[in-house]
């Protein structure tokens, strides 16, 4: 039996303000092809289908579009819901996918019991553990005036029992069969990007990777975004994102996860790397040398490279400002689209219209994002860290 393990597609992002639908239809493609070649048994999708919770229109189709292309092949698929997505949109068609032999978990289940799902293919019979993000509301239990350093705790207790529990249930009810737990979740060492939004209160509730035992025989993590090996010895990886999602992901190798099952054991961890059809590149310096470098850029891919620019300046001028603004907006190369910008001047007094890069919306900083960087203007500011916690608790609150 061969299982396919990927995560966080995030249908419908746009990388500031541009729109990724062309690279996922490619991976999208590559996939299914990969599945049919390599006669893939079962999929799993570990969190994070779409990137926001109400997704659009075009979201919606993409995501339907390749169900419908995925059930035409003999392969098992089984999708979990992440901290991105809305449990109840992953869930409102689960019960007609399931005539396609297709399992949704869009949120935890009452029950630990209904988040299990058992294939057997090839004589080989594999015991899944489909565990979607796992809310507040699921792991523990609120109390009023509580401390911020308490409900960290609580949290991180409440990830170990709720795991633990699932184990529990593997092995009075299929201790003989291969098992797989799929999560999504912050694991304490793995390595964040920038697309990682600020969940859970800070990313302070990650988890040891102890806490999924001895028993599993391969953990399927979805939500960081850069592939990793947590633990060789005990099969915990995250696979990552099939696409960059953010200018620090642009040296990222991305991969999909294939586990090749024979005997009730698990014989191989292939990662398998994914085409790559854009750059996301990086030119800094001053004007003159930023812009001979676009000029420069020859490199050519099946979608047009995306450019981040850091121009740097030692004097402060009318003159400068408006000639960067010129080099933004021109097309020196068209292999090349400028994205994101930023002006620094070397002597210049740091304000609130330098905390982000020149262009960039509101839309696409998060709360927590905005708040971190009007305490960094804050000069002379005490009890910063203990801001930042009340903040994310009104956030965790809020469910923002």
Known sequence: MKILHTSDWHIGKQLLKFDLTADLDLFFEWLINY?????????????????????????????YDLLKKLINLDCKI??????????????????????FDITVVGGATERVEDMFVTVE???????????????????????????????????KSGLRVYFSNVNYFYQQNYSDELFIVMGHLYVQGSELSESERDIQIGNQ?????????????????????????????QNIYYCGSPVPLSFSEKEDRKQ??????????IENVEIVPIPK??????????????????????????????????VNEEVESLERRQAFEALINSQFNSNIEVVKSRLNFRNKIRGASDAFEVGTDVADVTPMQMFEKKLELQSG??????????????????DL
């Open 35 to 63: 599945i049919k070649s390599e006669d893939i048994d079962v999929l799993l999708v570990s969190g994070d289908v779409f990137d926001q919770a109400n997704p659009s229109q075009a979201a919606f189709k993409q995501y």
């Open 78 to 99: 089984i999708i979990t819901g992440g901290n991105h997505d809305s449990s109840a949109v992953l869930n409102a068609p689960a019960e007609l996918l399931k005539a």
């Open 121 to 155: 293919k090839n004589n080989e019979k594999v015991v899944v553990a489909a565990i979607p993000f796992l809310k507040d509301r699921d792991i523990r239990k609120s109390a009023a005036g509580e401390s911020y350093a308490t409900k960290i705790e609580q949290i």
């Open 205 to 233: 509730a990650g988890v040891e990777a102890n806490m999924f035992g001895e028993i599993p025989d391969y953990v399927a993590l979805g939500h960081i975004h850069k592939s990793q090996v947590i633990s060789r010895e």
């Open 256 to 265: 999909i996860n294939v586990i090749t099952v024979v005997n009730n054991e």
């Open 277 to 310: 059809h854009r750059n996301l590149v990086t030119f800094e310096g001053s004007l003159q040398e930023v812009e001979e470098k676009l000029k420069s850029y020859s490199e050519e891919t099946t979608l047009t490279s995306l450019a981040e620019i850091i």
């Open 381 to 398: 500011l005490e009890n910063t860290e203990e801001l930042r916690n009340a903040f994310r608790e009104i956030l965790e609150e809020l």
